[in-house]
């Protein structure tokens, strides 16, 4: 009943920035909360940044004061502001939704988008 889609990542040089967006739709009533969740090469995955419709945040240790999570209620959509990129970030990052449809209670992940980190 709800679908969410990444969008954003790329190829990026250490100490650079980028910015992920992720649209939800579909029959939603509640979003509550959206995260980024990413996964690296031969690791699993990990949550990077949460932020409920109220708007309170937490990030993992790893990406504190570096990244910055927000969201526009009004669109559904969720971005994931990057800054001061390391090679460690480099991964798969996923959006992920969860709250209240017309059907009841979902829990939706995107497809993912890659970001490197290289120079």
């Known amino acids: 009943q709800v679908q969410v889609v990444e969008s954003g990542g790329g190829l990026v040089q250490p100490g650079g920035s980028l910015r992920l967006s992720c649209a939800a739709s579909?029959?939603?009533?509640?979003?509550?909360?959206m995260s980024w969740y990413r996964q690296a090469p031969g690791k699993q995955r990990e949550l990077v940044a949460q932020?409920?419709?109220?708007?309170?945040?937490n990030y993992a240790d790893s990406v504190k004061g570096r990244f910055a999570i927000s969201r526009d209620n009004a669109k559904n959509t969720v971005y994931l502001q990057m800054n001061s990129l390391k090679p460690e970030d480099t991964a798969v990052y996923y959006c992920?939704?969860?709250?209240?449809?017309?059907?009841?209670?979902?829990?939706?992940w995107g497809r993912g988008t890659q970001v490197t980190v290289s120079s």
């Open positions: 932020i409920t419709r109220g708007g309170t945040t």
């Open positions: 579909g029959s939603i009533l509640i979003i509550d909360p």
């Open positions: 992920n939704a969860r709250g209240v449809g017309v059907m009841g209670k979902y829990d939706a």
